[in-house]
């Protein structure tokens, strides 16, 4: 496993990131199972939420915690807050009295005593910087939370963020994979008078790059907003055959390549997996024992569909 510095105390954390989100029909023994298997092969950062099964899954991650007590202490546990699902509908909310109870409930449901890294989910448009800088202020000073992050926010959301708070911000979880590329086509056809020209990110990528801020894909291997995996799916059939073929000559499996394709961007990557099989665990880590060269990284991007100008 490769590892990048991470957090106020340039942490050692895995580049492979096991995300919690779909373990809500798993039991505790399922789940021990699956970190065990992230745990062996090096991974050590697990990333969750208050909204993933309304709570379910925290819950669940909270009893496989209570069950294993020197488990905590060799995670790097992340969560986030900010998504309201209530019964009418769902809302954004950063207001200082929703982050603290958020964290509250979950550390009730995690069953700890802290969260090594807490991000705000999805930008709240309402959100006010000093009022989340005083709830941040509050959680650190508690020892509730280590360190903050963002999640799906703009360079400028973070720049506006960044004007009020104490703490830097350590990492934005953004989508990014083969198959979802909107940060790198704009970037290729910067005043091109076509569709891939729009920047719709505000140059994510590039900013935490400059930064030193982590940057976190999540759904790594699917494509569109939950649409599916495109590994052997037969909308990617040029990709498909890419991955496979670098696979056999890399010798590990098309998993591995497309997660060293996002790990291959120059910034401070790790790349969020959702699977709920430990073999997959696995699988994945080998990502990080192979490096793609350039012209590997852009026969991937092609074969997913693009074009260069
Ligand atoms: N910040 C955000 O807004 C945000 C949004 C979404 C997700 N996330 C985070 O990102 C994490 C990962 O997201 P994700 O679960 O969408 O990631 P993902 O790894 O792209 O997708 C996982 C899903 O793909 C399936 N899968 C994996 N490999 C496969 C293969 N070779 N063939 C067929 N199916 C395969 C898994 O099934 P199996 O379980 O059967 O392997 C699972 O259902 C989440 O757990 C969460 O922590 C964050």
Same mark, same amino acid.
């Given at each position: 496993? $490769?590892?990048?510095? #991470?957090?106020?105390?340039? %942490?050692?954390?895995?580049?492979?990131?096991?995300?919690?989100?779909?373990?809500? @029909?798993?039991? /505790?023994?399922?789940?021990?199972? &699956?970190?065990?298997?992230?745990?062996?092969?090096?991974?050590? !950062?697990?990333?969750?939420?208050?909204?993933? *099964? +309304?709570?379910?899954?925290?819950?669940?991650?909270?009893?496989?915690?209570?069950?294993?007590?020197?488990? $905590?202490? +060799?995670?790097?546990?992340?969560?986030?807050?900010?998504?309201?699902?209530?019964?009418? #509908?769902?809302? !954004?909310?950063?207001? @200082?009295? =929703?982050?603290?109870?958020?964290?509250?409930?979950?550390?009730?449901?995690?069953?700890?005593?802290?969260?090594?890294?807490?991000?705000? =989910? %999805?930008?709240?448009?309402?959100?006010?910087?000093?009022?989340?800088?005083?709830?941040?202020?509050? &959680? =650190?000073?508690?020892?509730?939370?280590?360190?903050?992050?963002?999640?799906?926010?703009?360079?400028?959301?973070?720049? %506006?963020?960044?004007?009020?708070?104490? !703490?830097?911000?350590?990492?934005?979880?953004?989508?990014?994979?083969?198959? #979802? /590329?909107?940060?790198?086509?704009?970037?290729?056809?910067?005043?091109?008078?076509?569709?891939?020209?729009?920047? $719709?990110?505000?140059?994510?990528?590039?900013?935490?790059?400059?930064?030193?801020?982590?940057?976190?894909?999540?759904?790594?291997?699917?494509?569109?907003? !939950?649409?599916?995996? #495109?590994?052997?799916?037969?909308?990617?059939? +040029?990709?498909?055959?890419?991955?496979?073929?670098?696979?056999?000559? @890399?010798?590990?499996?098309?998993?591995?390549? *497309?997660?060293?394709?996002?790990?291959?961007?120059?910034? @401070?990557?790790? *790349?969020?997996?959702?699977?709920?099989?430990?073999?997959?665990?696995?699988?994945?880590?080998?990502?990080?024992?192979?490096?793609?060269?350039?012209?590997?990284?852009?026969?991937?991007?092609?074969? *997913?569909?693009?074009?260069?100008?």
């Amino acid at each position: 496993m $490769r590892y990048i510095e #991470f957090g106020s105390d340039n %942490r050692k954390a895995s580049e492979i990131i096991l995300g919690l989100m779909r373990i809500s @029909k798993m039991t /505790t023994a399922e789940v021990k199972n &699956l970190i065990d298997a992230a745990l062996e092969v090096g991974i050590n !950062f697990l990333d969750t939420a208050d909204i993933y *099964a +309304k709570g379910v899954c925290e819950e669940i991650l909270g009893d496989v915690l209570k069950e294993n007590p020197s488990l $905590r202490d +060799k995670v790097i546990l992340q969560t986030k807050c900010g998504i309201r699902i209530d019964d009418d #509908f769902t809302w !954004f909310d950063f207001s @200082k009295e =929703h982050i603290l109870n958020s964290v509250d409930g979950s550390l009730k449901r995690l069953k700890v005593n802290d969260i090594d890294c807490l991000l705000l =989910h %999805r930008p709240d448009a309402l959100m006010e910087p000093d009022e989340i800088a005083e709830a941040f202020t509050k &959680l =650190h000073e508690a020892g509730k939370v280590k360190d903050f992050g963002v999640s799906n926010m703009n360079p400028i959301m973070v720049e %506006r963020l960044a004007t009020a708070l104490p !703490f830097p911000i350590v990492t934005n979880q953004v989508q990014m994979s083969c198959a #979802f /590329t909107p940060m790198f086509n704009a970037g290729f056809n910067v005043n091109m008078e076509n569709d891939a020209a729009i920047m $719709r990110d505000g140059g994510v990528l590039e900013y935490c790059q400059s930064n030193g801020i982590v940057i976190q894909a999540w759904s790594a291997l699917q494509y569109g907003y !939950f649409e599916g995996v #495109f590994l052997g799916s037969e909308k990617y059939p +040029k990709l498909n055959a890419v991955l496979d073929r670098l696979a056999a000559e @890399k010798g590990v499996t098309n998993t591995a390549i *497309a997660l060293a394709w996002i790990l291959r961007y120059p910034g @401070k990557m790790q *790349a969020v997996i959702g699977t709920t099989k430990a073999s997959r665990v696995k699988e994945s880590a080998a990502a990080t024992e192979i490096e793609l060269s350039k012209k590997e990284w852009y026969e991937i991007y092609l074969s *997913a569909g693009n074009i260069l100008p």
